[in-house]
């Protein structure tokens, strides 16, 4: 007897021919869900569990779902020197999941397979079977690392989806439409010498998507408006670490004397408060000498002073769609939200 389906794929059935029992029994040892009156041997339990793991079987987990047996656990995976945003996305979907009964387990990885592969065994190890990724978005591996879900039955969705890798389930961000918005939000605030203040990426395993889409929605908007490009490529590291804002200031100094701009949209609302530091220390006045527009609408933006401008990605209502659709058991899909601007005292 065969112990693969003839799709291929490993059922309950399968598991439970090749051990000898009922699917009823290798239901309830496979699920954990092994009640007093299940008559159970711990031998029998132990070889159904073995010949699972041989046979590389996972749980339906939208089966599971629909029966009312979900995990009430999700992971959420990211790279660990990811920018303060993602870790607020990571708020956003703990509040999202708490709210509907669910909890959340984080998983901080570096930018390679098999430190992705240690964390997703180990959710998987802790029954773990539904997902919020944020670490497919290496360029180099991003393929990879779906693959790598989808071979764990890892029930997954991907906060922000990259070129190349449309059809995926999860949230779509338009960074270049965003960059699009706030240069015609600046321009008909009469602004003309709009800097994009954006991180130089010269990482070797390329340059991450949402900066290259900002850039070609900048770039876009320039052609559209009529507008000199003054695009500063703010070094990558120094972007991402809060003790390197003297250096940002640094490279500030040299792009307002050299560049002259009457505005500056900045790669996040962290380097928009260094920027407005900035202006306060060499008394520039914000908005009148420049305008200042972040990204992200973190907390803090609206009680810095001025008062930050940033465009809104909208991390709240992706995360309760991200969550909802993870637990529902409806078919996964993809979907765009639309971008707004909060318009604060910085412009």
Known sequence: MSNRSANGKITLADVAAAAGVSKVTAS??????????????????ARILKIAAEMGYRRNVTARILAGKGSRNIGVILDTNSPPAHFYRVSTIEKAASARGFRIMVGQCH????????????????????????????????????KLFNDNGLRTVYYDIPPGMEGLPGVN???????????????????????????KQELQFGRFHYITRREEGYKTAIRELGLEDLSYP???????????????????????????????????????????????????????DIAVIGFNNMDFSSFTYPALTTIDPEASLAAEKLVDMLCSASELYSFTLETEIIEREST
């Open 173 to 199: 961000i338009d960074f270049a439409g965003a960059a699009r918005k706030a240069m015609r939000y600046l321009y008909g605030k009469g602004r003309r010498r709009i800097m994009q203040f954006l991180p």
């Open 234 to 288: 703010l070094d990558y590291r120094n972007a991402l670490h809060e003790e390197s804002n003297e250096g940002i200031m640094a490279m500030l100094d040299e792009a307002i004397k050299t560049l002259r701009p009457d505005a500056i949209a900045a790669q996040s609302d962290s380097v928009a408060a260094v920027v407005l530091r900035y202006c306060h220390l060499n008394k520039i006045r914000v908005p009148e």
């Open 28 to 45: 309830k040892v496979l699920s954990g869900d092994t009640a007093k009156n299940t008559r159970v041997s711990g031998e029998t339990e």
């Open 111 to 146: 930018p390679n397979l098999e430190n992705i592969r240690d964390y997703t065994e180990d959710f998987v190890s802790r029954g773990i079977d539904m997902l919020v990724s944020m670490a497919h978005i290496y360029p180099h591996i991003g393929k990879d690392v779906v």
